[in-house]
């Protein structure tokens, strides 16, 4: 297999998109095993998968034959992943910081236990919504603006924000009064 990934490797660096796809067809349920095992979830690794090819597919001039393609093409999806790792620690870490944060704001504002509980869920049933309508929310009750400040803003009509509004206000209530987030 290695030699006829070297012919197609060839035809790729030449232009051929054919060539590269059928090296994508060889080489995909070994990438794909590699992106599920370094992140454990079924999505996570078909996007790494995708994102490891397109990075192979872009850098493939600089393949220069001193290993095998599939030793090159699994050392871009190991960095692809390690990349998703970083990515995922600072997500996280900047996630539980706000939480952090927002916790020592309710606690200076004098809130009790409950009342930060209850500012914690909405603040989690809002980062759930779509982010239009999130958007509209934040804008008309959180900042005040009124439907047409909003419109300008979102760069949509004022009857768009005034449909985003009750259909997010819609989903908050049923979210917050069953007490199960989508």
Known sequence: MADA???LVGQS???DPEAFEELVRRHQHMIHSLTFRMTGSPADAEDLAQESFI???G?????RGEAKF???LYRITVNVCLNWRQREARRI?????REDTMAELWAAAGMSPAENEQCRRVQEALLKLPTKQRAAI?????DGFNHAEAAKVLGCSETTVSWRVFSARR???RWLTAGQMP
């Open 70 to 72: 599939s030793t090159w």
């Open 138 to 142: 934040v804008l008309t009750v959180y």
């Open 93 to 97: 870490r900047f996630q539980t910081s």
């Open 13 to 15: 660096q030449a232009g």
């Open 171 to 173: 989903k908050l209530k």
């Open 59 to 63: 850098q493939i001039g600089s393949y």
């Open 5 to 7: 990934d070297e012919v």
């Open 55 to 57: 990075r192979a597919y």
